[in-house]
């Protein structure tokens, strides 16, 4: 018992000077860093910057995010539920709402060290410095970014279609660029002014739905009727027609003589996943158009072209032999 006694006392008197060993190296960190709290650590003009500014910066800021975040959070589930236009201007709000709250932020934190913030020529003059050699792109982004912003000429869920080509959903307009994605899940990142110096089309502002036309030709010597009645069977077969919404039929129009054939056009309103792929859309009329004009006996025709010949022909001679004669053998006498 009492081997056990000391063995116990040895192990406690060792964990108590481990203790006191901890204690000490954290008295002594928390010295040390209220010491560099105190430090200078360098100057903005006449105001001296110490560690314990840094931080209380770094804390406001932090702040001030987190609290843009749950507002901007707060507003998306409160749109969850409402129409697409209602959506983007409660993005736009949540956008703006972020961008103040972090200004906002940004000055409470550097008044908080002392800034003084009523010199506003020396604010402006290092702001032109700063756009003027390094941040003229970023600041024509941002202010591209509030542009689109306010006039909602692009909204978040558009589809929108750039002088390059480039198609896509918006997904997300941010402080310098605007994110899209596009129908093969690529997600691309376009500059915010690229949407305000180029010409943009946006398919889906005004209305979720939109109107095709696919052309398409027949043989000539097709009965007109018949070919209107095919298209309009292929057109009903295509999920994305919009079939009950008065003045908003589809319709066939005769538009050309062609070469080779005659020229319909087929005009259909397709609803909002149609609009949304214009390639699959195409490529859907397309097929049906095929099947029904087939099944109708109309021909698609190939180029092709008729040759006339004049008359006053005649059949065509072998020409004579110009290849000389060969000389005569010479006979022997007897």
């Known amino acids: ?4 006694d000391r063995a116990a006392a040895q192990y406690t008197g060792a ?8 204690s000490r190296s ?12 105190d430090v200078t650590l360098f100057s903005i003009g006449e105001t001296p910057v110490t560690g314990s500014d840094i931080l209380r910066v770094l804390l406001i800021l932090s702040v001030a995010y987190l609290l843009s975040r749950g507002i901007r959070h707060a507003i998306r589930r409160v749109g969850a539920d ?3 236009g209602t959506q983007a201007s409660l993005y736009t709000v949540g956008r703006l709402s972020h961008y103040a709250i972090i200004i906002l932020g940004l000055v409470i934190a550097l008044s908080s060290i002392g800034l003084d913030f009523s010199n506003l020529a020396l604010v402006a003059g290092a702001l032109s410095v700063g756009i003027g050699f390094g941040l003229q792109s970023i600041v024509n982004n941002f202010v591209s970014g509030l542009i689109i912003l306010f006039e909602h000429t692009l909204r978040v ?12 959903t918006v997904k997300a307009i941010n402080v310098r660029s605007t994110l899209i994605n596009t ?3 690529i997600d691309i990142v376009v500059p915010n002014s690229e949407f305000v110096t180029t010409k943009l089309t946006n398919w889906t502002l005004g209305e979720r739905i939109l109107r095709v036309r696919i052309p398409f030709g027949v043989a000539y010597g097709s009965d007109k009727e018949t070919v209107k009645k ?16 008065k003045g908003r039929e589809p319709d066939v129009w005769l538009v050309e003589y062609g070469d080779s054939s005659l020229n319909f056009l087929l005009l259909v309103w397709v609803n909002r996943q149609g609009a949304r792929r214009p390639t699959r859309t ?9 099947t029904k004009l087939a099944e109708h006996g109309i021909e698609i025709p190939f180029p092709q072209r008729d040759l006339h010949l004049r008359s006053g022909w005649q059949d065509a001679q072998p020409p004579p032999s110009t290849s000389p004669s060969p000389p005569p053998t010479p006979q022997e006498e007897p």
Not at 15 to 22: A, E, G, P, Q, Y
Not at 26 to 37: G, N, P, Q, S
Not at 157 to 168: K, S
């Open 1 to 4: 018992m009492l081997v056990v």
């Open 15 to 22: 964990f108590k000077s481990w203790l006191s060993t901890v």
């Open 26 to 37: 954290i008295k002594t960190a928390y010295i040390r860093v209220v010491d560099l709290a």
């Open 82 to 84: 409402e129409s697409s």
């Open 157 to 168: 869920g558009d589809y929108i279609e750039l002088d390059t080509g480039l198609t896509g």
């Open 183 to 185: 129908n093969d899940n």
């Open 230 to 245: 095919a298209a309009l069977e292929a057109a009903a077969e295509v999920p994305y027609t919009l079939t009950h919404m």
């Open 282 to 290: 195409r490529s859907a009329y397309l097929w049906a158009l095929e």
